[in-house]
């Protein structure tokens, strides 16, 4: 037998592949580490434009805008209108009031002067026999200029034509001196206040006389006959 000499187990000569890729993986950041620090790194490329998706999202955006501001417009046009309305609606209301207020302040004073009416009937009267004299001349004539400073008008004349909307007939009668329905006699004057007639005038009333010609008619005749007996006494008509 072979005697084996002991000695030492003897190593591979060459590492292993693991042990050089290990030592290469650390050696790597202590490299990167030893840079100086005024080395840059490598700096990323000019920053990209806005894709298509921003593009998308500004488009939207104005979309959304514009709609919230036609609908804010069409909100003040409604606003806009309705003020309107109510300002009209105002302005007629207050025309209403005001005309309503006008016709109760002449209701009241016609109701007021319809009372004093008899009165101005006696002052009348009284002025047409000449008794108004002294101090009750003097009281007719204030009571006379307060109730005209009041509004109130008297109406009524002999010789005007009959109305029957302002004159009430007492009497009838018929006379060639008129041509028409007309008023010969007052018997109560009639009262007015502004257009409102509080009592009309209480009058005589005479018509055209049946089968007579009118006045004018007959002048035109006479002056027609006048005309004719002139022409017999000179001959007849001068021939041309």
């Known amino acids: 037998m072979t005697e084996e000499t002991p000695g030492f187990e003897q190593e591979p000569d060459l590492p292993t592949e693991q042990t050089q890729h290990g030592q290469q993986a650390q050696d790597g950041p202590a490299e990167q580490a030893g840079q100086p620090d005024g080395a840059a790194a490598p700096s990323s490329g000019p920053a990209e434009e806005a894709g298509p998706e921003d593009r998308t999202a500004d488009d939207s955006a104005v979309v959304a805008l514009t709609a919230q ?37 002449e209701i009241a004073v016609a109701n007021a002067l319809t009372e004093l009416l008899p009165v101005l009937d006696d002052i009348g009267r009284a002025r047409d026999h000449g008794e108004l004299v002294g101090g009750f001349k003097s009281v007719a004539e204030s009571l006379e200029t307060v109730v005209a400073k009041m509004g109130l008008q008297q109406f009524g004349k002999e010789g005007e034509p009959f109305d029957p909307t302002v004159h009430e007939a007492l009497m009838h009668s018929y006379s060639p001196d008129v041509t028409e329905t007309t008023c010969v006699q007052i018997l109560q004057p009639g009262y007015r206040i502004g257009e409102r007639t509080i009592r009309p005038a209480r009058v005589g009333v005479a018509e055209p006389q049946p089968g007579a010609q009118p006045a004018q008619s007959a002048q ?19 021939q041309g």
């Open 220 to 238: 035109s005749d006479g002056e027609r006959q006048a005309d004719t007996a002139a022409d017999e006494e000179s001959g007849g008509p001068e």
């Open 69 to 105: 501001l036609d609908q804010t417009r069409t909100a003040l046009h409604e606003r806009t209108q309705d003020l309107q309305r109510l300002q009209a609606e105002f302005s007629n209301y207050r025309r209403r009031v005001e005309r309503d207020r006008i016709a109760v302040r």
